[in-house]
């Protein structure tokens, strides 16, 4: 196919569609490329967001993915504050939330996700006092940082990464902070109960006031403020600032009543192709059968969002390496470094190497012979190794990683493996 003159228009200005954007045209694709951002801004890393930002570390342009000549050098048009309204694939065309229309030859959506809303007696469905904060943006985080100050009496509603990440940076700016983890422990739905332990330890030596199992019944609204939050158990929590860490929701609704998503996101293969053969998607929006789990993934990160825009770049510019990449993620708290490959769920035992006492060590999920995932706690050696014999499908002997005086890396070189995937 001919592509000097076709139109790639890339809906989504985050991780996944600065990458595909740049990747495309090193790629080879020669025709026009727009990238489209509902933010006013250029494309930005949002995890320091909750950390550096928070912190006063790192300033606006530092969080920058790439500068503006980057995006100039490779012909790449940016649409600030653009918001796709509809997707006609009929006629390769999009209609934005301004009324005007955009046709594309080949288009890809990198739409994201937004934070699952805070939903309690006391504060009406939208309703958003002037002191109650989500976190995916960099105008969310200006809002959070404006209002922390040494003392000020901070509620967090959610012990994810998010919830733990913007608790340890409040902490540090000397806020006074409450944490309410709905399930019996923090990163519940991502880390085995080891690893929650050791977060919660870690969290509470802090100084967080950290309860789990602890559901919010309502809050007290005045003035266009929280002034207090009530929970289930009767406890009265006066409060300066409320930050709401619930999860994300897939921001799928254009492409679902185009034809190209149900409510759990854009189904794409290894190379980010959708159903439709002119329509590419990546990043949290995103469904991909994994080879290493057997099934379909929805993958909030940073890491997946950068491999499936790379695919999807390659594929565009002619030149396709499939993405088969193993998951992986990472947090920073306090001066801890957590870094996790593969998926823990469905592990029979989680195997410790090292005493999480040091504030080093390392959680092995198997299930049988098989290695499903690790946490990594500043061990990064440990997190590669892992990473490695995970993208191998390895198999190992569980007794033998918790014998730190058998070298990991001697251990998983011999470990027995099938074919990688």
């Known amino acids: 196919m001919e592509t000097s003159h076709k139109h790639l228009v890339i809906v ?34 949002r995890p320091p967001l909750s950390k550096a930002w928070l912190a006063g570390q790192v300033d606006a342009d530092g969080l920058l993915l790439r500068p503006r000549s980057a995006y100039d050098t490779a012909r790449i048009e940016l649409m600030t504050g653009a918001r796709l309204q509809a997707i006609d694939r009929a006629n390769r065309r999009l209609v934005l939330a301004d009324g005007s229309a955009l046709a594309y030859d080949k288009l890809a959506l990198c739409t994201g996700g937004r934070p699952r809303l805070l939903s309690c007696a006391g504060l009406a469905p939208g309703q958003r006092p002037r002191n109650l904060h989500y976190l995916r943006h960099m105008a969310d985080a200006e809002g959070i940082r404006a209002q ?49 332990a050791f977060y919660e330890r870690v969290h509470r030596a802090a100084g967080v006031d950290l309860r789990t199992g602890t559901e919010l019944a ?8 929280v002034r207090a939050a009530v929970c289930r158990d009767g406890a009265r929590l006066p409060v300066d600032l409320v930050v709401a860490g619930l999860g994300m929701l897939p921001n799928v609704e254009a492409a679902r009543a185009a034809g190209l998503a149900d409510e759990g996101g854009i189904a794409v293969d290894e190379l980010s192709r959708t159903r439709d053969p002119d329509v590419l998607a990546a990043g949290d929006c995103t469904l991909q059968f994994s080879r290493l789990y057997g099934r379909e993934l929805r993958i909030e990160s940073v890491p997946n969002a950068l491999e ?75 997190f590669m190794l892992a990473k490695r014999a995970l993208a191998q499908a390895c198999t190992v002997d569980a007794a033998r990683l918790a014998d730190e005086s058998v070298p990991l890396k001697d251990l998983l070189q011999t470990a027995s493996a099938v074919p990688a995937i």
């Not at 309502?218 to 403020?225: G, P």
């Not at 470094?337 to 390392?362: I, N």
């Open 12 to 45: 989504g200005a985050g991780h996944a569609g600065s990458e595909l954007a740049v990747s495309a045209r090193q790629n080879g694709w020669p025709g026009r490329i727009t990238l489209l951002g509902e933010e006013s801004v250029l494309p930005y890393q």
């Open 148 to 196: 922390l100050r040494p003392g000020a009496r901070v509620l967090i509603i959610g012990g994810g990464y998010v919830g733990l990440e913007v608790a340890a940076s409040a902490r540090g700016l000397g806020a006074e902070v409450t944490l309410l983890e709905l399930q019996p422990r923090v990163l519940a739905r991502v880390a085995g109960p080891e690893v929650s």
């Open 218 to 225: 309502s809050v007290e609204v005045e003035d266009d403020r």
């Open 308 to 382: 499936q825009a790379r695919a999807a770049g390659s594929w565009l510019g002619g030149k396709p390496r499939p993405n088969r990449a193993v998951p992986w993620f990472w947090s920073d708290q306090y001066a801890l470094k957590l870094q996790m490959a593969g998926l823990s769920q469905g592990h029979e035992r989680c195997v410790l190497r090292g005493d999480p006492a040091t504030q080093s060590f390392s959680a092995f999920y198997v299930a049988g012979e098989r290695l499903l995932a690790v946490d990594a706690v500043n061990r990064p050696a440990d």
